[in-house]
């Protein structure tokens, strides 16, 4: 069972190595693998590099795994669809090879890839996996993720008692999927949601009534002013 996969570029000329963010391309694709036995192997390197060469290292339950990727040619592509399926394709390039070394099955890699494409290739996903009812039963309360090249976007949306939606407002946004909801939940009084990030101790507070009037927020670029109590 593979519990990471991380997307990497290999600067061969200057033995470089620093992360690629792949849109959240790698994510989805792992998501969507079912339990396959890859016997000791749980963690995969895709290394992305200019030299045409396929290069497989082996650390006991590490792997790396060197495949071409011409970067002229994803520069040049005309919109994001087009260059998460540039991204995917290479991606199911490394596993197929890794396939057909360690003898893995097939199929669920090729499943994989396939749901990725059944949703347009867009990686969103509601924390928690759920809608967080308020005591009063009132409403119900949605923090919505979206990742997508070179963007990632956190919603809150408000549903009324009966799930139809409100209103939504984008809470948070940043450049690269770093940052991660930890916690979340609603005031004794239904008046309030709250949820904190992974890492930083501030909380947030979003306002019912304010969600309601669709007030939207006016959102800093500055991470850090982001999270400054």
Known sequence: MIKNLS??????????????????ISDMYLKNLNNIDTGVVKYI????????????IEDESFLDINVYFDFDFFEKLLNNFQKKKYIIEKIQDAFMSLCDKFNWEKSEFVNSFSICFSKNLN???RFKNKLFISPNKQYYFELLCKVDISTF???????????????RRICFKDKVHVFS?????????????YYKFKG????????IEDLVNNVQYNLTEDISLFFKK
């Open 7 to 24: 997307i990497r570029v290999y600067n061969y000329e200057h033995n470089d190595k620093f992360q690629f963010y792949d849109g959240g």
């Open 45 to 56: 390197n895709i290394y992305f590099t200019k030299v045409d060469h396929l290069k497989i």
């Open 123 to 125: 990686h969103e996903w």
């Open 153 to 167: 976007e956190i919603y809150e949306i408000l549903y009324d008692s009966k799930k139809n939606e409100l209103s």
């Open 181 to 193: 909801i930890e916690k979340a939940y609603w005031d004794e009084n239904s008046l309030f949601f």
């Open 200 to 207: 930083p101790s501030k909380i947030f507070i979003a306002k």
